[in-house]
Protein backbone atom coordinates (compact mmCIF):
# COMPACT_ATOMS: atom_id res chain seq x y z
CA UNK A 1 0.00 0.00 0.00
CA UNK A 2 1.09 3.11 -1.09
CA UNK A 3 1.62 5.65 2.13
CA UNK A 4 2.98 9.25 1.98
CA UNK A 5 3.58 10.81 5.52
CA UNK A 6 4.38 14.77 5.97
CA UNK A 7 5.73 16.42 8.50
CA UNK A 8 6.76 19.66 9.65
CA UNK A 9 4.56 21.80 9.54
CA UNK A 10 3.90 24.55 11.88
CA UNK A 11 2.87 28.25 12.71
CA UNK A 12 5.88 30.65 11.88
CA UNK A 13 6.84 34.11 11.44
CA UNK A 14 6.52 36.12 8.02
CA UNK A 15 10.66 35.93 6.56
CA UNK A 16 11.19 32.81 8.58
CA UNK A 17 12.02 29.14 7.42
CA UNK A 18 10.66 26.00 7.75
CA UNK A 19 11.11 22.63 6.47
CA UNK A 20 8.83 20.31 5.10
CA UNK A 21 9.18 16.31 5.24
CA UNK A 22 7.49 13.49 2.92
CA UNK A 23 8.33 9.90 4.10
CA UNK A 24 7.02 7.40 1.30
CA UNK A 25 6.32 3.44 1.37
CA UNK A 26 4.68 0.91 -0.54
CA UNK A 27 6.64 1.77 -3.84
CA UNK A 28 10.10 2.05 -5.53
CA UNK A 29 10.84 5.64 -4.33
CA UNK A 30 13.52 6.09 -6.71
CA UNK A 31 11.22 4.97 -9.86
CA UNK A 32 8.64 7.93 -9.52
CA UNK A 33 8.42 12.21 -9.98
CA UNK A 34 7.17 13.55 -6.71
CA UNK A 35 5.49 16.72 -6.19
CA UNK A 36 4.21 19.31 -3.57
CA UNK A 37 0.76 20.41 -3.80
CA UNK A 38 -0.98 23.02 -1.37
CA UNK A 39 -4.65 23.95 -0.76
CA UNK A 40 -4.76 27.75 1.34
CA UNK A 41 -8.30 27.23 3.64
CA UNK A 42 -11.37 27.18 1.85
CA UNK A 43 -9.25 27.76 -1.84
CA UNK A 44 -8.52 25.35 -4.55
CA UNK A 45 -4.98 23.35 -4.96
CA UNK A 46 -2.10 25.21 -6.19
CA UNK A 47 0.62 22.86 -7.45
CA UNK A 48 3.79 24.31 -5.76
CA UNK A 49 7.15 22.00 -6.99
CA UNK A 50 8.02 18.87 -8.65
CA UNK A 51 11.23 16.89 -8.70
CA UNK A 52 11.84 14.05 -11.13
CA UNK A 53 12.98 10.35 -9.66
CA UNK A 54 16.76 11.41 -10.25
CA UNK A 55 16.33 15.33 -9.14
CA UNK A 56 17.86 15.78 -12.07
CA UNK A 57 14.48 18.04 -13.31
CA UNK A 58 13.08 20.27 -11.17
CA UNK A 59 10.00 22.86 -11.30
CA UNK A 60 8.28 25.35 -9.38
CA UNK A 61 5.57 27.31 -9.26
CA UNK A 62 5.99 31.01 -10.53
CA UNK A 63 4.95 32.29 -6.66
CA UNK A 64 7.42 30.15 -4.91
CA UNK A 65 10.38 30.24 -7.59
CA UNK A 66 13.49 31.88 -5.48
CA UNK A 67 11.56 31.11 -2.14
CA UNK A 68 11.40 27.44 -2.11
CA UNK A 69 13.52 24.51 -2.59
CA UNK A 70 12.66 21.12 -3.44
CA UNK A 71 15.04 17.77 -2.66
CA UNK A 72 14.61 13.85 -2.62
CA UNK A 73 16.97 11.15 -0.55
CA UNK A 74 16.39 8.31 -2.41
CA UNK A 75 18.40 6.54 0.46
CA UNK A 76 15.81 7.73 2.55
CA UNK A 77 12.77 7.33 0.85
CA UNK A 78 12.19 11.19 1.76
CA UNK A 79 10.75 14.27 -0.02
CA UNK A 80 11.62 17.30 1.42
CA UNK A 81 10.44 21.20 0.50
CA UNK A 82 13.20 24.05 2.43
CA UNK A 83 10.65 26.97 2.76
CA UNK A 84 12.45 30.88 3.11
CA UNK A 85 11.01 34.18 3.35
CA UNK A 86 7.57 32.97 4.33
CA UNK A 87 4.46 35.09 3.33
CA UNK A 88 1.54 35.26 4.99
CA UNK A 89 0.05 33.83 1.39
CA UNK A 90 2.31 31.00 1.84
CA UNK A 91 -0.63 29.60 4.78
CA UNK A 92 -2.00 26.41 3.48
CA UNK A 93 -2.19 22.42 3.66
CA UNK A 94 0.81 20.98 1.90
CA UNK A 95 0.19 18.19 0.26
CA UNK A 96 3.12 15.37 -0.87
CA UNK A 97 1.77 13.72 -4.00
CA UNK A 98 3.73 10.82 -6.33
CA UNK A 99 3.52 11.04 -9.94
CA UNK A 100 2.91 7.82 -12.32
CA UNK A 101 5.92 8.46 -13.88
CA UNK A 102 9.85 9.18 -13.40
CA UNK A 103 10.59 11.51 -16.00
CA UNK A 104 10.74 15.56 -16.46
CA UNK A 105 7.33 16.31 -17.34
CA UNK A 106 4.34 16.30 -15.02
CA UNK A 107 1.57 13.91 -15.60
CA UNK A 108 -0.58 13.64 -12.92
CA UNK A 109 -0.45 12.64 -8.91
CA UNK A 110 -2.18 9.33 -8.76
CA UNK A 111 -1.21 9.16 -4.56
CA UNK A 112 -1.22 11.95 -1.89
CA UNK A 113 -0.14 12.49 1.41
CA UNK A 114 -3.02 13.83 4.00
CA UNK A 115 -0.89 17.00 4.16
CA UNK A 116 0.81 18.68 6.69
CA UNK A 117 -0.64 22.59 7.98
CA UNK A 118 1.62 25.66 7.13
CA UNK A 119 0.57 28.71 9.43
CA UNK A 120 2.76 32.30 8.43
CA UNK A 121 1.33 34.61 10.85
CA UNK A 122 2.93 37.27 13.40
CA UNK B 1 -0.61 31.50 -18.31
CA UNK B 2 -3.12 28.61 -19.01
CA UNK B 3 -6.41 29.07 -17.61
CA UNK B 4 -8.94 26.08 -16.12
CA UNK B 5 -12.71 27.81 -16.14
CA UNK B 6 -14.81 25.28 -13.90
CA UNK B 7 -18.27 26.09 -12.73
CA UNK B 8 -18.27 26.64 -9.16
CA UNK B 9 -21.14 24.65 -8.09
CA UNK B 10 -23.26 21.68 -9.61
CA UNK B 11 -26.38 20.49 -8.00
CA UNK B 12 -27.81 16.64 -8.73
CA UNK B 13 -30.88 14.54 -7.48
CA UNK B 14 -29.70 11.13 -6.31
CA UNK B 15 -29.67 8.51 -8.67
CA UNK B 16 -29.56 11.35 -11.85
CA UNK B 17 -26.29 12.27 -14.26
CA UNK B 18 -23.73 14.98 -13.03
CA UNK B 19 -21.78 16.30 -15.56
CA UNK B 20 -18.92 18.69 -14.27
CA UNK B 21 -17.24 20.95 -16.97
CA UNK B 22 -13.50 21.91 -17.59
CA UNK B 23 -12.94 24.83 -19.79
CA UNK B 24 -9.70 25.69 -21.07
CA UNK B 25 -8.50 27.48 -24.77
CA UNK B 26 -8.40 23.67 -27.29
CA UNK B 27 -8.34 21.79 -24.10
CA UNK B 28 -9.29 18.79 -26.18
CA UNK B 29 -5.10 18.67 -26.83
CA UNK B 30 -4.13 18.18 -23.84
CA UNK B 31 -4.57 15.46 -21.16
CA UNK B 32 -6.81 15.79 -18.18
CA UNK B 33 -7.22 14.12 -14.98
CA UNK B 34 -9.54 14.53 -12.55
CA UNK B 35 -9.60 14.66 -8.28
CA UNK B 36 -12.40 14.04 -5.61
CA UNK B 37 -11.65 16.37 -2.69
CA UNK B 38 -14.36 15.10 0.27
CA UNK B 39 -14.34 17.50 3.52
CA UNK B 40 -10.99 17.01 5.48
CA UNK B 41 -9.46 14.42 3.28
CA UNK B 42 -6.78 14.44 0.66
CA UNK B 43 -8.34 14.61 -3.32
CA UNK B 44 -8.34 11.62 -4.74
CA UNK B 45 -7.43 10.63 -8.64
CA UNK B 46 -10.75 9.52 -10.38
CA UNK B 47 -9.55 10.60 -14.34
CA UNK B 48 -6.72 10.31 -15.79
CA UNK B 49 -5.96 11.00 -19.36
CA UNK B 50 -9.38 12.03 -20.15
CA UNK B 51 -11.49 9.02 -19.77
CA UNK B 52 -9.35 6.20 -17.62
CA UNK B 53 -10.35 5.43 -14.32
CA UNK B 54 -7.88 3.90 -11.58
CA UNK B 55 -8.55 0.43 -10.16
CA UNK B 56 -11.02 1.24 -7.14
CA UNK B 57 -13.42 4.05 -8.70
CA UNK B 58 -16.54 2.93 -9.86
CA UNK B 59 -17.35 2.88 -13.52
CA UNK B 60 -20.10 5.39 -12.97
CA UNK B 61 -17.30 7.70 -13.13
CA UNK B 62 -16.04 9.00 -16.59
CA UNK B 63 -14.60 11.72 -18.81
CA UNK B 64 -14.28 13.18 -22.08
CA UNK B 65 -12.49 15.77 -23.90
CA UNK B 66 -12.96 17.75 -26.52
CA UNK B 67 -12.75 21.30 -28.45
CA UNK B 68 -12.54 23.67 -25.87
CA UNK B 69 -14.33 22.08 -22.71
CA UNK B 70 -13.67 18.59 -21.12
CA UNK B 71 -16.25 17.02 -18.79
CA UNK B 72 -16.46 14.49 -15.81
CA UNK B 73 -19.71 12.56 -15.58
CA UNK B 74 -21.06 10.95 -12.49
CA UNK B 75 -23.79 8.10 -13.87
CA UNK B 76 -26.19 7.12 -10.72
CA UNK B 77 -24.90 9.54 -8.47
CA UNK B 78 -24.76 8.98 -4.89
CA UNK B 79 -24.44 10.58 -1.53
CA UNK B 80 -21.45 9.37 -0.94
CA UNK B 81 -20.31 11.31 -4.30
CA UNK B 82 -20.93 14.62 -2.83
CA UNK B 83 -17.44 16.56 -2.50
CA UNK B 84 -15.43 19.11 -4.39
CA UNK B 85 -13.99 17.99 -7.82
CA UNK B 86 -10.67 19.88 -9.55
CA UNK B 87 -9.96 19.25 -13.06
CA UNK B 88 -5.73 19.14 -13.73
CA UNK B 89 -3.29 19.69 -17.21
CA UNK B 90 0.11 20.14 -17.69
CA UNK B 91 0.74 22.78 -20.29
CA UNK B 92 4.18 23.37 -21.19
CA UNK B 93 4.07 27.47 -20.47
CA UNK B 94 2.50 27.09 -16.93
CA UNK B 95 3.57 24.02 -15.83
CA UNK B 96 0.52 22.15 -13.63
CA UNK B 97 -2.55 24.15 -13.67
CA UNK B 98 -5.95 23.31 -12.10
CA UNK B 99 -9.22 24.04 -12.31
CA UNK B 100 -10.86 25.96 -9.65
CA UNK B 101 -13.09 23.44 -8.57
CA UNK B 102 -16.58 22.26 -8.30
CA UNK B 103 -18.41 21.92 -5.37
CA UNK B 104 -21.35 18.52 -6.24
CA UNK B 105 -24.03 18.85 -3.89
CA UNK B 106 -26.38 15.71 -3.61
CA UNK B 107 -30.07 16.95 -3.35
Known amino acids: EVQLVESGGGLVQPGRSLRLSCAAS????????MHWVRQAPGKGLEWVSG????????GYADSVKGRFTISRDNAKNSLYLQMNSLRAEDTALYYC???????????????WGQGTLVTVSS | SYVLTQPPSVSVAPGKTARITCGGN??????VHWYQQKPGQAPVLVIY???DRPSGIPERFSGSNSGNTATLTISRVEAGDEADYYC??????????FGGGTKLTVL
Open chain 1, 51 to 58: ISWNSGSI
Open chain 2, 49 to 51: YDS
Open chain 1, 97 to 111: AKDPQGGTTVTYFDY
Open chain 2, 26 to 31: NIGSKS
Open chain 1, 26 to 33: GFTFDDYA
Open chain 2, 88 to 97: QVWDSSSDVV
